[in-house]
C-alpha cells in the first residue's frame, strides 16, 4: 500500500470514528435538586439524549434509558437520608445503551424533558420525581387548616398576623446571574432573604413565608401560588442585577409596569376560577364583563399604589446604606409582580457583575444591611397601612397633641398609661410638655 492509500485509509477510519463518536450521547454528570413536593435530577449531556424513563416494581425502581449513550465516569449519588431514593447504578445494554437505575424509598411520578444550554450549561436532561406521598400529607395539612380556620373563626376577634411573601429568586438548576469571581446569584438572594425571614419573624404581629424554602427552582407563577395561598399581605422578590458593564452598581426597587399589569388582568378574567378568589372574596364569575374589569381595576389600582409605597420607603433606606442604581422606583413587566391582589415588589440588591459589590453580596455583615433596609421600609408601610384586621393595626399607638391646659400626669391617666412608659417612648427627660407637642401613647 502506497503511503498516500495508508493515510487516506487512517483518514477515512477516523472519520468513521467521528461519525459514530457524534451520533451517541456521553452523559457527564447529574445533579440532585430536592424541593418539599418533588426531586430534580438533571443529567448533563454532551447532545439531546434520546431517552425513556419508566418505573419498576418490587423493589421500586426508576429507570432512565439512554439511547446510543455512554458515562465516562460515575455518576454521584443522591444526598445521605434522601427521602427518595437510596442509591443510583449504570450499566450498559444492547451494547450501546446506557441504562440509569434508582433504587426508591417511596412512591414517585416521574416527568422528563430537555433543557437547551444555558447560564454555563450545557445540553441537559432533566427528570422530576413528584413525591406521591407528600400527597396524602398535603391532604391531612390542608385538613388541619380547615379546622384551624374553623377554631379562627369561632375565637372573634383574634388579631391576625401581617404575612410576607419571602422570595429568593432563581434555585436549583437556575442560578441566576453570577459575579466575576463567580457568586450566584442565588445563594446571595436566599441568604438576604433568610435574614430578612428572621427579622421579621421577630416582629409581633408580622410572619414571613420563605417561597423558596432551599436550593431549587420554582417557576414563576407557582411562586405567586404560593403567596397567594399563605394569604400573604406582601410580596417581595430578592435578586441581584448584572451588566457587561462590571462599573455598573447600586440598588433599585421594582413595581409592576401598567403593561405588564393590563395583561395579567386579562388572563386573570379570561380564566375565571383563578379570578373567583380574587377582589376581596368577591367572586368575579357571577358578575358581567364590565363589571368583573371594574372590580378588577379597583383591586389592581390598590395593589399598585400599597407596591409602589412601600417600595418607595425601602428604596430610601438603601440609599442610606449604599449606592442606588436609580433613584425613583422602576417599572417593570417582571412575571412575579403580577398578583393583581397582592401589592408585590422586586428588590435588585446590588449588581453581583460588579466585583465590590459582589464582595458585599456575599458579606454577611452587608447581607443583613440589606436585609434590614427593606425590612424597616416594610414596617414603616405596615405601621401607616395595617389592614384593620391585624394585631399591628389593633396595638398601634396613638398620637396625642397637646393642647393648653393640659399635664403629662393628666394624659397619662386619660390613656390608662404610665407617665413613665410615655417618657420613655417620647424620650422625654423631664414631665413638661408645650402646647402642640405631638406625643406617642404607647399601648398600656
Ligand atoms: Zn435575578
Known amino acids: 500500500m502506497s503511503r498516500i492509500l495508508r493515510f487516506i485509509t487512517v483518514c477515512l ?13 456521553r452523559v457527564d454528570s447529574l445533579r440532585y435538586w430536592t424541593a418539599p413536593d418533588h426531586t430534580r435530577m438533571v443529567f448533563d449531556v454532551t447532545t439531546p439524549a434520546a431517552h425513556q424513563v419508566f418505573l419498576l416494581d418490587n423493589p421500586a425502581r426508576l429507570v432512565i434509558d439512554f439511547k446510543q449513550a455512554k458515562l465516562l465516569k460515575a455518576l454521584p449519588q443522591p444526598p445521605k437520608n434522601h427521602t427518595l ?16 437505575v434508582v433504587d426508591l424509598k417511596a412512591g414517585v411520578t416521574p416527568k422528563s424533558f430537555a433543557l437547551q444550554p444555558s447560564k454555563g450549561y450545557g445540553h441537559r436532561l432533566v427528570v422530576d420525581l413528584y413525591n406521591k406521598v407528600k400527597k396524602t400529607k ?34 436549583g438548576e437556575d442560578p441566576g446571574a453570577h ?15 433568610k435574614k430578612l425571614a428572621i427579622l421579621i419573624n421577630k416582629k409581633p404581629g408580622m410572619k414571613a413565608v420563605m417561597v423558596r424554602k432551599g436550593d431549587y427552582y420554582i417557576k414563576l ?28 452598581k447600586g440598588a433599585s426597587v421594582f413595581t409592576l409596569s401598567n403593561r405588564g399589569a393590563s395583561s395579567e388582568a386579562a388572563r386573570w378574567l379570561a380564566k375565571n376560577e383563578n379570578a373567583a378568589d380574587l377582589v376581596g372574596g368577591v367572586t368575579l364569575t357571577d358578575k358581567d364583563d ?17 407596591s409602589r409605597n412601600v417600595a418607595g420607603k425601602i428604596l430610601k433606606n438603601f440609599k442610606s446604606i449604599g449606592h442606588l442604581h436609580s433613584h425613583s422606583v422602576q417599572k417593570a413587566g417582571f412575571m412575579v409582580l403580577k398578583s393583581p391582589d397582592i401589592p408585590s415588589i422586586l428588590v435588585e440588591t446590588a449588581f453581583i457583575s460588579n466585583p465590590s459589590e459582589e464582595r458585599k ?83 398600656g
Not at 295 to 305: F, G, N, R, Y
Not at 390 to 412: D, M, P
Open 290 to 306: 364590565v363589571l368583573a374589569t371594574v372590580l378588577m381595576d379597583l383591586s389592581q389600582t390598590a395593589t399598585k399604589e400599597a
Open 85 to 100: 431514593f437510596s442509591k443510583v447504578r449504570s450499566g450498559i445494554r444492547n451494547k450501546n445503551d446506557l441504562r440509569v
Open 179 to 193: 459575579g466575576p469571581r463567580g457568586t450566584q446569584e442565588k445563594k446571595v438572594v436566599f441568604a438576604i432573604a
Open 13 to 25: 477510519l477516523l472519520t468513521v470514528a467521528l461519525v459514530t463518536h457524534a451520533k451517541g450521547v
Open 221 to 248: 407563577r407557582k411562586r405567586m401560588e404560593i403567596a397567594r395561598a399563605a394569604k400573604a399581605d406582601l410580596f417581595v422578590s430578592i435578586h441581584a442585577d448584572a451588566f457587561k458593564n462590571s462599573k455598573v
Open 361 to 443: 453580596l456575599k458579606s454577611r455583615k452587608h447581607q443583613l444591611k440589606m436585609a434590614k433596609a427593606i425590612y424597616k421600609g416594610i414596617v414603616k408601610y405596615f405601621n401607616q397601612y395595617a389592614p384593620a384586621d391585624t394585631y399591628i393595626a389593633l396595638n398601634a399607638s396613638k398620637k396625642h397633641t397637646i393642647s393648653r391646659g393640659e399635664t403629662l400626669s393628666g394624659i397619662a391617666h386619660h390613656y390608662g398609661v404610665t407617665m413613665r412608659l410615655i417618657k420613655s417612648v417620647n424620650k422625654l427627660a423631664s414631665n413638661q410638655v408645650r402646647i402642640g407637642q405631638v406625643l406617642e401613647i404607647p399601648r
Open 138 to 171: 398535603v391532604k391531612k395539612e390542608q385538613k388541619i387548616a380547615t379546622a384551624s380556620k374553623v377554631v379562627r373563626k369561632t375565637v372573634k376577634n383574634k388579631a391576625r398576623d401581617i404575612i410576607i411573601a419571602i422570595d429568593a429568586g432563581h434555585g
